[in-house]
């Protein structure tokens, strides 16, 4: 049994702790916040997410909060057209094994937190911002704001975006600001008129915007979430704004969306900030996780999905091989799929949800030729389990990330080949270091 140590106590590391401490080691998790909270609104989970869910104990809990839904459904934002649907019930259940669904963050994160406090091999601590780490061949120490040292076989760093433990990990600097602000708000089922109330993931897509709304909260509530492609250049968590802001930012937006839109009050607003993906994950007894690791924008809606999967994933290479081989192996089954996700995403909001002309025009077009099946097929890297089931033997292949990434990924174009991350017209550039250290710039030419 070894004693291992989690910097952040958000979705990612409360996963993590309950995956280790599954396998019998120790835990204690550090979380700089006062207390164990979880903020925000809504949030997807495609069945990946639930697979994880229930190899970590939690999957009926989530379940008993969770609104399961019947479509993703995308929707001219500008003329109320519909352009296309992915069914989520019968063949979808059936071919991935969980359903798909949206829930509040909270109830999310309160089965996380409550299966924690439920198992004495883990140990939660408030108030301790971990600062640094130091390590030697045989333990690493996190070091605290509040002058405590914390020492153990390992160190997780899951410490989101603006991770302390990545900055020295990684040294990559501030995030990358996306130039998309998000605007959120969730209000109360009971306000929304009958003939809106779609069990749906509906996304409203317009040039250079979109507006997603679902239900969450066992279905009590409306999220709410309106993103602008605005050239913004400032990072913003959570600001309070105006309800005619937020209206004047969507003027072409009409029909029933504008209806749900103008239902919306107690607006807050965030611009989108990600990260490149890298090849060093890891450094002796430390590790990322989560958005520590592989922070993405949320058009795929994947990122609780892919933190839950990372958890799974660590604890079973800390429970068949030795430290810190078990971090290292750990990192090379989940770099390439996530860096693919990464890039996936930025790409779905700049050439599927975001395009005017020509290019919508054609998105539509390719949209319409997909049967249900087509949609399965496009989307089973994603969704599947397979994640979670690689074998146990690290990965051969030293190739930079970039090379690796791009032979994962179905060859397509235009918008269609946005879902498989296949090469761009203009090439997607992302910076990092490769596996054997040296510094690389990677591209993923068309």
């Known amino acids: 049994m070894a004693e291992i140590i989690v910097a952040g106590g958000g979705i990612g590391g409360l996963a993590a702790a309950l995956a280790v401490a599954a396998r019998e080691h120790r835990v204690t998790v550090l979380e700089r916040q006062d207390t164990f909270a979880e903020y925000g609104a ?36 500008r003329t109320g057209r519909r352009l296309a649907g992915m069914p989520l019930t019968g063949r979808y259940r059936a071919r991935f094994g969980n359903p798909y669904a949206v829930v509040h963050r909270g109830d999310l994160y309160e089965a996380l937190l409550g299966a924690c406090r439920a198992d004495d091999r883990i140990e939660l601590r408030a108030g301790c911002a971990v600062t640094a780490y130091t390590q030697d061949p045989d333990r690493v120490t996190a070091h605290t704001a509040g002058g405590e040292r914390v020492t153990g076989a390992a160190l997780i760093g899951a410490d989101g975006i603006r991770s302390v433990v990545r900055a020295q990990l990684v040294g990559d600097g501030r995030p990358r600001v996306s ?33 997603v709304h679902y239900p969450i909260g066992g279905g009590e509530f409306l999220n709410l979430a309106a993103t602008r492609d605005d050239g913004a250049r400032r990072e913003v968590t959570g600001q309070a704004v105006e309800r005619a802001h937020v209206l004047d930012q969507f003027p072409a937006l009409g029909g029933a969306a504008r209806r749900l839109l103008e239902l919306g009050d107690g607006w807050r607003s965030w611009v989108l900030c990600d990260r490149d993906p890298v090849d060093r994950w890891v450094d002796g007894r430390v590790a990322l996780l989560g958005d520590a690791a592989h922070p993405m924008l949320q058009y795929a809606a994947q990122g609780a999905c892919t933190a839950l999967e990372d958890a799974v994933v660590l604890g079973r290479f800390l429970a068949i091989g030795a430290l810190p081989q078990g971090l290292s192996a750990y990192a090379a089954h989940r770099r390439d799929r996530t860096a693919r996700i990464q890039l996936l995403a930025r790409e779905m909001g700049s050439r599927l949800y975001h395009v005017a002309g020509d290019e919508a025009r054609d998105r539509d077009r390719m949209l319409a030729a997909l049967t249900a099946d087509d949609m399965y097929d496009t989307v089973a890297w994603l969704h599947g389990p397979e994640a979670l089931d ?20 179905p060859r397509g174009s235009g918008a269609g080949s946005v879902l498989t991350l296949a090469p761009t017209n203009r090439g997607t550039t992302v910076t990092g270091e490769a596996c054997d250290g040296a510094p690389s710039v990677l591209k993923e030419a068309a």
């Open 42 to 77: 809504g949030i997807q989970l495609a069945p990946n997410a639930f697979h994880a869910l229930d190899r970590l104990g939690v999957g009926e809990r989530v379940r008993e909060r969770a609104v399961f839904i019947d479509e993703l459904r995308l929707m001219d934002g």
């Open 179 to 211: 130039g998309h602000t998000i605007y959120r708000a969730v209000i109360p089922m009971h306000r929304v008129p009958a003939d809106l109330r779609w069990n749906a993931v509906t996304l409203w897509a317009g040039p250079r915007w979109h507006f």
């Open 390 to 409: 690689a074998g146990t033997a690290a990965p051969a292949t030293r190739r930079p990330l970039a090379s690796r990434v791009r032979a994962a990924a």
